[in-house]
């Protein structure tokens, strides 16, 4: 395994992310307890999850299984750069109005207080918001992190789902209140959606945020199968497949001639750009999970990353170069 500094902080996490959005809907509890020690043994030590997964049934279910996992011992929970968020609504009667998606003072230490109960752990590396919430202060958002630090609770601040302007808005808040700021922005990032190569990449590489990239097979679209068996795809799913099955096919095509496959290509594409700190693979299986731990001794040549540019055009470059001259 490799490892990267997360953002601009000393701490090291590994090249790929282990994603944990499966366990439990998709992914029986011995199958992610199985999953989660292969990753340990492959040397991934950076593990992504939130207080909603689970289900609308179970919110907050992977998270105990996570907790579960954490409590066999054999130093589990020690060998873990831990990710969880906060921002969803988790049907918790107790939070009353308080209980709609959206970020508060109040809603991060309660919320924070009953991931670490589900998690069976007393502190969390990275704590992420979700969701950016434009009506919330970041005075009130930063004193609130600023406690949970200085108690213990949370090592770092992430985002995910942030425009550029809310990022360069967080650090420079942080800047006020004397804190690190975010050190992190999981964005949605793929062949598929190159969009942030406009605004969010180059503000994040520029402010010393790591770039953790969510979906970046699209869920499954990228991984190669463009005939998966009937029900195995939803019908949204399924129409795009057949939108974008000239460009798949040619991909398809592409990676063949380089002896990989289309998810290992996929992948290795996100890794090569250097805002990049490890991009969340979520496996529903142990076997799906070994198929990808090779991505990171993949390097993709000058020429064939030119040759995907062909098939996936990006934006054009940084904004607003892309578009103005």
């Known amino acids: 395994m490799k490892y990267a500094s997360l953002g601009r902080t000393g701490l090291k996490v590994s090249r790929l992310c282990l994603g944990t959005m499966n366990f439990g809907p998709a992914t029986e509890e011995q199958e992610a307890f199985k999953i989660m020690d292969a990753?340990?043994?492959?040397?991934?030590?950076?593990?992504?999850?939130?207080?909603?997964?689970?289900?609308?049934?179970?919110?907050?279910r992977t998270e105990e299984i996570i907790g579960r996992w954490f409590a066999q011992g054999g130093g589990r929970r020690e060998k873990v750069v831990l990710a969880t968020k906060v921002y969803g609504p988790m049907d918790d009667p107790?939070?009353?109005?308080?209980?709609?998606?959206?970020?508060?003072?109040?809603?991060?230490?309660r919320h924070l207080e009953a991931s670490l109960r589900r998690l069976g752990t007393d502190h969390i590396e990275l704590y992420q918001m979700h969701h950016i919430d434009r009506n919330v202060t970041w005075d009130e958002l930063w004193n609130a992190f600023d406690i949970a630090q200085k108690q213990g609770e949370i090592g770092y601040v992430g985002s995910s789902n942030f425009a550029a302007r809310d990022l360069v808005k967080a650090q420079y808040e942080a800047k006020a209140h004397g804190a690190l700021g975010l050190v992190s922005e999981q964005h949605k990032?793929?062949?598929?959606?190159?969009?942030?190569?406009?605004?969010?990449?180059?503000?994040?590489?520029?402010?010393?945020?790591?770039?953790?990239?969510?979906?970046?097979?699209?869920?499954g679209i990228?991984?190669?199968?463009?005939?998966?068996?009937?029900?195995?795809?939803?019908?949204?799913?399924?129409?795009?497949?057949?939108?974008?099955?000239?460009?798949?096919?040619?991909?398809?095509?592409?990676?063949?001639?380089?002896?990989?496959?289309?998810?290992?290509?996929?992948?290795?594409?996100t890794l090569?750009?250097?805002?990049?700190?490890?991009?969340?693979i979520g496996p529903r299986t142990l076997q799906q999970f070994e198929e990808t731990l090779r991505v990171v001794d993949v390097e993709l040549s000058e020429d064939t990353l030119k040759a995907i540019d062909e098939i996936f055009p990006g934006p054009g470059g940084e904004a607003p170069k892309a578009y103005a001259w």
């Open 39 to 60: 990753a340990l043994d492959a040397g991934v030590n950076f593990f992504d999850t939130a207080n909603v997964y689970g289900g609308p049934e179970h919110r907050g």
């Open 272 to 280: 090569a750009n250097p805002a990049v700190t490890a991009p969340i």
């Open 189 to 219: 990032y793929s062949l598929l959606c190159r969009l942030p190569e406009l605004e969010v990449l180059p503000a994040a590489g520029e402010l010393g945020i790591g770039v953790i990239p969510w979906s970046p097979l699209d869920g």
């Open 94 to 109: 107790l939070d009353g109005p308080n209980g709609e998606a959206g970020l508060s003072a109040y809603k991060i230490r």
């Open 222 to 269: 990228l991984g190669g199968n463009l005939n998966p068996q009937p029900g195995s795809r939803t019908e949204k799913q399924a129409e795009r497949v057949e939108k974008l099955r000239p460009q798949l096919e040619r991909f398809n095509s592409l990676c063949k001639e380089l002896g990989e496959s289309a998810a290992t290509v996929a992948l290795a594409w």
